[in-house]
Structure formats: C-alpha cells, structure tokens
C-alpha cells in the first residue's frame, strides 16, 4: 500500500493552513477512513502538530498533503478501500523536508482540513473532509398510503457517535458506535412493520455526523419524532440500566435565544413557519409556542417508551430524566434519547452484543412509539384517520381493566369482548378497543 511517490506540480491550489510545529518531527501513525453518504472522512494520526499544505490536482483527480518536517512510522497502517470517493491512497518521504499523502478519487469531491489536539485515546490529529462536488442525494420521501392526506408518521432513528468518534468502550472492547447502530436498524424494522409509520435512520454505516447534520437530516424528511439511541458509560462498572431522556427547561430557554439570534437559523422552517421575516417578538413567540408544543410530546413519548422498556429490562432510573444534550434541542421536533444500557458493565456489554437482546430493546421503544402516537396521532396521518373513526385506549402503568372500563362509562364485560380478552390482565402499551356505548 505505501510507496514512494514521485513530486507533482500543482495545477490548483486549494488551501494552505500552517500550524506551528515543534522543534522535533512528528510521527505519522496511520491513516483512517470513513466513507459516510454524503462524505468521506480520512484521519492521519500524528505524534504531534505539524505544518501542512494541501491541495488538488486534475487529471486524474487527487488531493495531495504534504506535512512537514514528518516522517511515517514503519508500522503505519493504512486502511483496505472499498467502492467510494477513494480509489488508492499513496504516500512517501519528501527528500528530508516531511511527507506526502496523495488521495486517489474516484470523483471529483472538494475537500476541507482541519487539525485535531489530543483527546482520550487519541492524539494528534489531521483531518480531511471530501464532499462530492455535485451532490443530487435523493431524499428519502415518506410513503403515502391511497389518499395524499394519508401520510405515514415518520420517526427519524439517530445512532449515536459513529466513525472516528466511538462513543463508550467496553471492557471487552465493544464500541458504542457499533451497538447502537445495531439497535436502530432493528427499530427501524420494528417501527416499518406498524401499519400507518415508516423510520429513516439518520446514521445508516460507520460514519461520524455532527450533531446539527442529524437534526437537519430529520427536519428534512419531516419527521415527528427525532430517537437518539446511545449506550452508557460510567468508571463505575456497577453502573447499570436503561434511561430515557429529555431536553431540560433551562436548554430549552437557552437554545430558544440561540435559535432566534442566528440568521441563518431564522431562516430555516420551526414548525411550518419560517421566522427570517417576522420581527423579533413575533418570532419570538412563534418560537415558543413551537418549543412547547415539542417538549410536552417529547415528555409524552419519552414516558411511553419508558415504561415499554422497563417492561423488558432494568431501568437505571424509576422515571424519565432530563438532561442538557444538544441532540435534544430541536424547537420543533419532538426529541428523546435511550440509553440502551451501561457499556461499562460486564453484564450489559455482553447483552448488548447479543442479538436477542437488541431485537428485545428495539420491539420495546417501537411500542412506546405506538403507544404514544396512538394517543397523539399528527393530523394528516392515517394513524389519526383510523384514531378518528374508531375509538381506542393505550394502557399505561397502573392501569386496570376495570378502571378503563369506568373512565369511559362502558361495561367491563363489553369491553372484555371487543378485545376478545378472557381475563382481566392488560399489558402496559397494548391498544385496547372500546364499545361504542353501554347496552
């Protein structure tokens, strides 16, 4: 993989960043990579900062770094490739003054850099960014049922950390990134097999986003509910169970003030309606009616998958908590996070790595998404069309049968046998039918 190659004449410059570096030359250490939809992330791993140029050249098209005063370490390990941006990667010694990393591209993609300190595990970084120049992804479109106004609900599944960001690691190594995804394929299975819904993933491989792209990719494929799964980590190893987030009230106020002082926040849609041409109170009180609105359903629906889950698993906590995560902000996308489990316990990693148990976790926030949208169906949806036409109840914790059958004034043997039920046992969730009326 690693050859000497030959000096090229730049026939573009593209950008040229320097960086002071220190008296002694940085170590190269290897090179990763990521290929993601909408780019393709390379990382070289450095022992410490250096000076570096970059810039492209055509025919073939290619981005060359050359790092100064650097030299590569004999065990740098490049990566394997596969169909991508990338078609080869090449490097070598410049006479005595660095090295050069040529990237090979497949297509045309315009590229960006920055430097990365030290953080955790890693060290010194350089990172390089290729985004396809045209770029025509399609969005995916929601499925509509016979009628246009019959929309499905949309729940967009956003898998935590991914590429070089791993997330928690745990003590067998397993990486957070890695579960998580796991988890929300299966949900967006799980939540696909429900008549009337349909999930995107918002993260969909190994690949990192920043947390703003996930909000964006949500907002753009409309969605109703935005799902962050995670996997806890705690130095702790006796840490342990699932949780259930949502936004805190001094965020939300905070972000609410953020979200109105950038322009090109204004811009964009908050609930249908676009704030860049109102003036600053009207805007402002738009905005919180929008963010209200979307943390009462964000609380909502993260007490429904709550209690799904604690019927499946441990909870970490007896309630649903919140927290300051700026994957939670959204103004007009009602938000929640999972934690799948503590990573860090040996327990937990070992259930988390096994399939039966992601497959259990997934089915239980499916039907906590079901359970609440049962009862919060968004206009337009077929769910809201069939919630219209016949009358129905999502049991909750607590709940009797018995005590249903008075709430709605009904016969408890009438309502034993439209939902054909022999006993008077009723699962937290389940969606019961009611009688029309009373005999």
Do not use: C
Not at 400 to 424: E, F, H, M, P, Q
């Amino acid at each position: 993989m690693l050859r000497l190659i030959k000096t090229f004449k730049p026939v573009l410059l593209w950008s040229a960043l320097l960086l002071s570096a220190g008296a002694h030359a940085s170590q190269i250490g290897g090179l990763r990579i990521w290929d993601g939809p909408d780019k393709t992330r390379a990382v070289i791993d450095l022992s410490a900062p250096v000076e570096y140029k970059l810039f492209i050249l055509t025919s073939p098209d290619r981005v060359v770094i050359d790092l100064e005063n650097t030299t590569l370490d004999d065990n740098a390990e490049m990566p394997d490739l596969v169909d991508g941006r990338l078609s080869g990667i090449r490097s070598g010694q410049r006479d005595d003054i660095g090295t050069r990393i040529v990237l090979d591209l497949s297509r045309p993609a315009k590229p960006s850099s920055f430097l990365l300190k030290p953080v955790g595990e890693y060290g010194h970084r350089l990172v390089i960014d290729l985004v396809d120049e045209i770029t025509n992804l399609p969005i995916e479109a929601p499925i509509r049922k016979a009628s246009e106004s019959e929309r499905d609900i949309i729940v967009a599944i956003d898998a935590g950390h991914g590429g070089e960001d791993p997330g928690a690691i745990g003590g067998k190594g397993t990486y957070e990134k890695d579960v998580v995804l796991k988890v929300s394929k299966l949900l967006k299975v799980e939540i696909d097999e429900m008549e009337g819904y349909k999930a995107i993933l918002v993260r969909s491989g190994d690949y990192y986003l920043p947390h703003q792209q996930r909000m964006d990719k949500a907002r753009e494929q409309r969605a109703d509910l935005f799902i962050s799964i995670h996997a806890d980590g705690f130095p702790d190893k006796r840490a342990r169970g699932t949780s259930v987030f949502v936004l805190t009230h001094r965020r939300a106020s905070s972000e609410a003030a953020k979200w109105l002082a950038d322009r090109n926040n204004r811009s964009d849609l908050v609930g249908g309606v676009t704030l860049d041409d109102k003036d600053d109170t009207l805007a402002m009180v738009l905005l919180d009616l929008s963010q209200s609105a979307s943390m009462k359903a964000s609380t909502d629906a993260g007490t429904r998958v709550h209690e799904s889950i604690s019927s499946v698993s441990r909870t970490h906590k007896k309630q649903l908590e919140r927290a300051s995560m700026i994957v939670l902000t959204s103004p007009d996308i009602p938000s929640i996070l999972v934690e799948t489990g503590f990573i860090t316990n040996p327990d937990e990693e070992k259930m988390l790595n096994t399939k039966a148990y992601r497959r259990k976790l997934a089915k239980a926030i499916a039907g906590g998404v079901e359970s609440f949208f049962q009862n919060n169906p968004p206009a337009g949806t077929w769910v809201a069309l069939r919630s219209s036409s016949s009358k129905s109840h999502v049991v909750s914790r607590g709940e009797t049968l018995s005590g249903i059958a008075y709430r709605y004034d009904v016969a408890l043997t009438a309502l034993k046998d439209v939902n054909n039920l022999s006993n008077d046992r009723v699962l937290v969730g389940s969606v019961l039918r009611l009688p029309s009326s009373n005999p």
